[in-house]
């Protein structure tokens, strides 16, 4: 299992909607996510409205609209460790946050995690894929204190 020494996670707030505490509860956990999970290296979270998220979307996906997190792997091919770059939509987080009753830092450590287990082989482009990678993330979040958070509804 990876050391807390060989894990980085830097959270940035680009939309100015997360308070310190709330980018600190996010970093804290994403790193015990990571320990868990048996990986080392440097992820990097930034937090983006709906405007940039589109934008980005239709940048390096050609989708148009927003979405809840996009995932940047920057590894070289062999590397060990993860360098991978996170955007999430607090936009997106917010309402979905909403419609589950919890707090919308939860709901984001939810999209950063989702981002790590793409990265870790993790897919989601069919149901049954999608399903797995789901139940995967809220036993993650089980795990480290957090709870199901993908399944929850208030």
Do not use: K, N
């Not at 080392?40 to 989708?63: L, N, T």
């Not at 920057?74 to 987080?93: I, M």
């Not at 204190?145 to 208030?154: D, I, L, N, Q």
Request: with cysteine; proline share 1%; aromatic share 2%.
């Amino acid at each position: 299992m990876a050391d807390d020494d060989s894990i980085q996670v830097e959270v940035t707030d680009a939309c100015g909607r997360v308070t310190a505490v709330q980018q600190e509860w996010i970093r804290r956990h994403a790193g015990a996510a990571m320990v868990r999970l048996g990986v080392s290296g440097r992820v990097g979270v930034r937090i983006v409205s709906d405007a940039e998220m589109d934008a980005a979307h239709r940048r390096h996906s050609g989708v148009e609209g927003t979405t809840d997190v996009l995932t940047f792997d920057l590894r070289a091919p062999g590397s060990a460790g993860l360098d991978t770059d996170v955007l999430v939509c607090v936009d997106e987080a917010e309402r979905q946050a909403r419609a589950a009753g919890h707090p919308v830092e939860r709901e984001l450590l939810l999209y950063v995690v989702h981002g790590v287990l793409h990265c870790l082989g993790h897919d989601d482009h069919d149901e049954a894929s999608a399903a797995r990678m789901h139940a995967a993330e809220d036993a993650l979040l089980i795990e480290i204190g957090v709870g199901a958070t993908f399944g929850s509804v208030a």
